[in-house]
């Protein structure tokens, strides 16, 4: 198999390059899977990652937890002892300005008490999201995206029911595709549009819990635009 591309998969420089994992390796627990998916970044590039990475990974972790994955608790614990370092200090109260009780009730309206639930900023798991499609694109294609092309992506949640009807059809498109697994934290499926070869439908999951699809797609034609 060709070698993927040594050029920044985000900005082209082909300059300070270090191995970029795609999804982040801190989603992973230690021992990693031997099939962890890694493409090029330049390291100014990279340094503009941490924060958002530190965000997907410590939300993901904590949803999934709830969910009962199996590698999630391991992770979570990991965020949150990475998030106490002295020097991560501001993240860790951006986090937690966002999080307040809230009344659970059961289906039938009883009240049973309060928990602790936080808002997630999907604005920002996009953005994360939008990096894992990129690189999953020049992953596959051993080829960087186009220029002119960008990629785009976002949580499959809180869709209206007219909204659904296209995204049932598209989930449909790339969800008959074979799904490829990095243990139990990622997996992705990946569907080339016909005709369009610098366009892909890229469907994956976190934890087996959070879902995104992504789509590489002209800048210009970005009828998606919504999207993010
Ligand atoms: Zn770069």
Not at 37 to 42: G, R
Not at 86 to 99: D, K, Y
Not at 186 to 214: C, H, M, W
Request: aromatic share 10%.
């Amino acid at each position: 198999m060709a070698a993927v591309p040594k050029t920044c998969v985000y900005c082209g420089s082909v300059a300070d390059l270090t191995r970029d994992h795609i999804p982040p390796k801190s989603l992973f627990n230690k021992p990693r899977p031997a099939n962890l998916i890694t493409v090029w970044a330049c390291g100014s590039c990279n340094k503009t990652f941490k924060n958002d990475d530190d965000y997907f990974w410590l939300t993901l972790a904590s949803r999934a937890e709830a969910a009962r994955n199996s590698e999630a608790g391991g992770a979570a614990l990991r965020a949150i002892k990475h998030l106490a370092r002295p020097q991560a200090a501001g993240f860790p109260s951006a986090f937690l300005a966002t999080v307040q009780p809230v009344e659970v009730k059961t289906a039938s309206g009883l009240y049973i008490g309060n928990r602790l639930a936080y808002d997630v900023s999907f604005a920002r798991l996009n953005r994360v999201a939008a990096r894992i499609t990129r690189g999953l694109f020049c992953y596959v294609h051993r080829a960087l995206l186009a220029p002119g092309y960008v990629a785009t992506a976002r949580a499959l949640e809180g869709f209206t029911p007219e909204a659904d009807t296209d995204l049932q059809q598209l989930l449909a498109f790339v969800g008959a595709e074979h799904p490829h697994s990095v243990g139990s934290v990622f997996s992705y499926r990946f569907k080339p549009i016909p005709d369009n070869p610098e366009s892909a439908l890229v469907l994956f999951e976190v934890y087996q819990t959070t879902a995104f699809l992504g789509l590489t797609i002209k800048g210009a034609d970005n009828v998606w635009t919504e999207w993010i």
